[in-house]
Every structure is written in C-alpha cells, then in structure tokens.
C-alpha cells in the first residue's frame, strides 16, 4: 500500500523536477569550475576580467593579482585592492573599479589621488607613506570612513582642513597639518 502511493507520488515530471533542483544546486556551487559530461563541457564560468590598462605596470600587476584572488569577472566587482609596499607611481586607470571600497597603498611613490574621483563608494582609504601633493580628491568621495594621510611631506593642508571639517570618521593627518 505504502509503495503504490509512493509511485503515485513519483511520476516522471516530478522526477524531472527534482533532478533540474538537483542540477541548479550543484552547478551554482561549482560557478568557478568547468563542469563536463563525458569530456563534453556542459558549463563553463565566464573568464576572469581583464580588458583594462593603467599607466603604472605595478598598479597593472596589483590589479591583476586582486581579480585573481577574488576571481572577479568584472571591474565593478572589486571591491578591496591591496597593493601596499608594491612601488606604485601612478592610479591611472583605477577609476573604472568602481566597486571598490577599500584601497590599501601605504608605502609606495604615488603622487595624485585624482583618479580615485569617481570611487564614490570608497570607503577606507590608507595612503601613509607615499608622495602626494595634494587631497582635494577626498571632498568627492562621500562614502570615506578611515583615511590615513600621516608621513606624506609634500601634502598641502588646505584642502585636508576643509575635507577634515565635515569628515566624521577615522583619519591619520601629515604631522604638517595637525
């Protein structure tokens, strides 16, 4: 009696059901991997990112580095570039990342923060220790919560003063502007 309402139950459509369920399931945890079928590729993941280019070879091969480790297929998909101690010069190229919210270059040569102008959900920025010259960047950049400035020398306080005014959130400043 048990097995006849069992096999009432189990009928090819809901067989199928359930093995399309079963197929969603283990295809959305193997997104990264080339799934196949008798050596025929049944899915295989987009390619990772990397039609950009930047001015800096170094800032190229951080970039490079990050979508690997986050296996991001796109530029707004990442999210945290940590290129600290890398001998960067130059951001050029940075702004189509706009997805990023954290940029960690501490300890490098760059001197402008320009093209972080359009990262407007960037929200920790740690650039101690490098060449900048000037700051006005940060007045565009309204997500900001933690910005380290301290031991750039060549850093005019004018525009750190007036972004300082109004930011709410963490902040190291060169010594020249405290």
């Not at 969603?24 to 050596?39: D, F, H, M």
């Not at 190229?93 to 001197?111: P, Y």
């Not at 380290?148 to 963490?170: A, M, R, S």
Request: charged content about 20%; proline content about 6%.
């Amino acid at each position: 009696m048990v097995l006849s309402s069992l096999r009432a139950l189990i009928t090819p459509s809901t067989c199928l059901a359930y093995c399309l369920f079963g197929a969603c399931l283990i295809l959305s945890g193997c997104a990264r991997y080339q799934v196949t079928l008798n050596e025929t590729p049944v899915y295989t993941p987009p390619p990772l990112f990397t039609q950009f280019d930047t001015r800096d070879p170094q800032l190229k091969r951080c970039l490079d580095q990050a979508i690997k480790d986050g296996q991001y297929r796109s530029a707004t998909a990442v999210s945290r570039l940590i290129c600290s101690h890398a001998g960067l010069t130059s951001l050029e190229g940075i702004e189509q990342f706009r997805g990023l919210k954290e940029i960690d270059i501490r300890d490098n040569r760059v001197q402008s923060l320009e093209p972080l102008r359009y990262l407007s959900q960037l929200e920790v920025l740690l650039v101690s220790d490098n060449q900048l010259s000037d700051a006005a960047v940060l007045l565009t950049l309204p997500a900001l919560s933690q910005v380290h400035l301290d031991n750039n020398p060549e850093l005019g306080c004018d525009n750190v003063h007036q972004w300082h005014q109004h930011y709410q959130g963490e902040a190291r400043l060169p010594g020249q502007c405290l």
